[in-house]
């Protein structure tokens, strides 16, 4: 799966895509990750590609040309399995669900923001849709994009060590099932400062495990979080 960022701080990603499964996923070529300046698609002696609000009012605004000239030379042709998404506090809120959805993309395009946004013609006639990481405002769309790549890198089949471990995970639908939270774990020593893991983890019969953390998850989901039961 191929994701291109347009960003206007491409050495941002320099970090969050440097360690563990999505660095290796990269190596493996499962994943490729490309990043775009949005200035290399200015055309002035200043790389200008914000303005003043429209009306009035605080901070500037993305302009539309250069997202559009970038989206445009980097995919000449719109179709299916391309799809644009820009990172938006007002978008529709990202989560498993969607990160599921995403990761039958062959390929994704992110639009980072800045300032106070992105001219509204992006949202209304490039973008396929606009997504949002939680009801806050960021001052960027780069951490978002982290968070939607990192999110729906793991669930491209191979990109786990272990294909079963996404299933199991919280907000899954598969695994535990319903979409519950993961079950708790727990790792030697059996016992620490006094407090010991829950015996039938020892005991070595399959079912009984089974059993135990479908319920410890069940537990856990409604102990803190009663809204997914
Ligand atoms: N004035 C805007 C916020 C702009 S923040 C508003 O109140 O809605 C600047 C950029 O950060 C946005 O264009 C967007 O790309 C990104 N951003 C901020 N919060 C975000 C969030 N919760 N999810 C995804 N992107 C976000």
New binding site residues.
């Given amino acids: 799966m191929t994701f291109h960022i347009l960003t206007i701080f491409p050495e941002f990603f320099a970090g969050p895509f440097a360690h563990g499964v999505v660095k290796r996923a990269c190596a493996a070529g499962l994943l490729e990750i490309r990043i775009h300046n949005l200035r290399d698609w200015t055309h002035d002696r200043h790389r200008t590609v914000d303005d003043r609000p429209f009306g009035g009012g605080e ?1 500037m605004v ?1 302009k539309p040309e250069p997202v559009f000239d970038a989206v445009e030379s980097i995919w000449p042709e719109r179709g299916p399995g391309r799809k644009v998404i ?6 529709r809120m ?1 989560d498993q669900g969607v990160a599921n959805r995403l990761s039958r993309e062959e390929t994704l395009l992110l ?8 001219d509204e013609r992006v949202a209304e006639h490039l973008a396929d849709e606009e ?11 780069e ?2 994009a982290a968070v939607v790549i990192d999110t729906v890198a793991r669930l491209i089949p191979g990109v786990l060590g272990n294909e079963t471990s996404a299933a199991f995970d919280s907000f899954q639908e598969t695994g535990h099932g319903e979409g519950l939270l993961d079950c708790p774990h727990w790792t030697r020593p059996a016992e620490f400062r006094g407090w010991k893991v829950p015996e039938v983890l020892l005991n070595g019969n399959h079912e009984e495990i089974r059993q135990f953390r479908k319920g410890a998850a069940r537990e856990k989901t409604a102990r803190l979080r009663p809204d997914l039961v």
């Fill in positions: 901070g993305l820009l990172l938006s506090a007002q978008g990202f639009i980072c923001g800045r300032y106070e946004g992105v997504l949002s990481i939680g009801n806050y405002v960021l001052s960027g769309g951490l978002a």
